[in-house]
């Protein structure tokens, strides 16, 4: 599976963005999509995951209430809104997927990753 995030950029404090990630080589259905993030100096961490089989979604406590993951099977494509974004956002984001379908907050659960979109959150 190659994957192909797109929607990064620029927007200021309690702005919004939308990204999302194209899958190409294999249907993106049968994998859980999910999505990290890694800012300057620090590791890459857990942002949102989708499941696959029963469309569980799964949250890091940071972004919850104000991200929202969902997926567009026909498109084979899985999308991140974020919402009321903060500087703290700041990130090269990056889409994942996986071939489990529950538990998805380990990045070692993730077989493909996409090359990963910068997202600026000016204060």
């Known amino acids: 599976v190659q994957l192909q995030a797109s929607g990064g950029g620029l927007v200021q404090a309690g702005g919004s963005l939308r990204l999302s990630c194209a899958a190409s080589g294999r249907t993106f259905s049968t994998y859980s999509g999910g999505w990290f993030r890694q800012a300057p100096g620090k590791e890459r961490e857990f942002v949102a995951a989708?499941?696959?089989?029963?469309?569980?979604?799964y949250y890091a406590d940071s972004v919850k209430g104000r991200f929202t993951i969902s997926r567009a099977s026909a498109k084979d494509t899985v999308y991140l809104q974020m919402n009321s974004l903060k500087p703290e956002d700041t990130a090269v984001y990056y889409c994942?997927?996986?071939?489990?379908?529950?538990?998805?907050?380990?990045?070692?659960?993730?077989?493909?990753w996409g090359q990963g979109t910068n997202v600026t959150v000016s204060s």
């Open positions: 989708i499941s696959y089989r029963n469309g569980a979604t």
């Open positions: 994942a997927a996986s071939g489990y379908y529950n538990d998805l907050y380990g990045k070692y659960k993730y077989d493909y």
